[in-house]
DNA sequence: AATTAACTTTGAAATCACTACAAAAAAAAG
DNA sequence: CTTTTTTTTGTAGTGATTTCAAAGTTAATT
């Protein structure tokens, strides 16, 4: 019986080949993270976490991946507080909510992106609706 | 006939009392170069501007009045970009455009904001929408 | 008005996220 | 296998923002 490694099964590396990415172990690792903890991580976070199981991981590859990803269109970039930026593989339109007490960056998937028609003579490439408030979680009484 | 200052005329003093913010010399100055240019700049380029006039006044001090007109919700943090704070002195809601190619920060006041509903169990505290993308200026063609 | 307390300003140093660089390593091409 | 191209890594650098403590201002109290 053949060995399996984990991104035979997955489909990370055909995912990151339709975005024009080739699918190098580093870019493997931090898009599967991505999809996995769907937690919109800065660079920082996503290398503490990697770097436990990839010990000669640097920052800097953390740091080359992901502009790489957001180049590539497979990972967008979300500045939802000044310096520190966080990245989301979830690239559809969606609305984010952030947490003023705990810091969680929410996707409000179950309600509707809203339709922004700015004057003809603007082209659009990206719209991002970011709320800041007080998570489920936080709300005292 | 008795001597007027700019601040007795236009009403800034009493626009930042109105925020809860003492109206000392280098808020109002801030706040009025907000106001005037309406300008959404950095707090460096604040600074090397009011500098011109105020050549005493440092860059920690536009720093520290940014944070406090912010606390007091006088003046709103725009996260367009990472690394770089930007400030609006136009509370009301409107619709933020930057230009990917000359970095304007256009306010899209002539088109609606939308309205976001959020599930009940989360509470809003402020919505921010800011569309990427060219600006007529820059439009080839 | 003088004294005291509270707040503000300043510049220098520190921090922190991120980038630049160049050498070493790995992958692809021939 | 050899050469070329791409990627990874650590170190050093950059730039925006914060921290800190001393000096300066403003406000409150005698
Ligand atoms: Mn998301
Ligand atoms: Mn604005
Ligand atoms: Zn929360
Ligand atoms: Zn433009």
């Given at each position: 019986m053949k060995k399996t490694v984990r991104s035979e099964i997955d489909g990370i590396p055909?995912?990151?080949?339709?975005?024009?990415?080739?699918?190098?172990?580093?870019?493997?690792d931090v898009?599967?993270?991505?999809?996995?903890?769907?937690n919109h991580p800065t660079a920082d976070m996503i290398h503490n976490d990697l770097v436990k199981i990839l010990p000669s991981l640097?920052?800097?590859?953390?740091?080359n991946v992901l502009n790489h990803l957001c180049e590539k269109g497979a990972v967008h970039r979300v500045n939802v507080e000044q310096h520190e930026a966080r990245y989301d593989a979830?690239?559809?339109d969606h609305v984010h909510f952030k947490c003023r007490l705990c810091g969680k960056v929410y996707d409000l998937d179950e309600i509707?992106?809203?339709?922004?028609?700015?004057?003809?003579?603007?082209?659009?490439?990206?719209?991002?609706?970011?709320?800041?408030?007080?998570?489920?979680?936080?709300?005292?009484?």
């Amino acid at each position: 019986m053949k060995k399996t490694v984990r991104s035979e099964i997955d489909g990370i590396p055909e995912r990151l080949r339709s975005f024009g990415v080739r699918p190098l172990t580093h870019r493997v690792d931090v898009y599967r993270y991505l999809i996995e903890q769907n937690n919109h991580p800065t660079a920082d976070m996503i290398h503490n976490d990697l770097v436990k199981i990839l010990p000669s991981l640097s920052k800097t590859t953390v740091y080359n991946v992901l502009n790489h990803l957001c180049e590539k269109g497979a990972v967008h970039r979300v500045n939802v507080e000044q310096h520190e930026a966080r990245y989301d593989a979830m690239i559809h339109d969606h609305v984010h909510f952030k947490c003023r007490l705990c810091g969680k960056v929410y996707d409000l998937d179950e309600i509707p992106f809203p339709t922004i028609d700015p004057p003809t003579d603007y082209s659009i490439e990206i719209v991002q609706v970011i709320i800041g408030g007080i998570c489920p979680d936080c709300q005292t009484g």
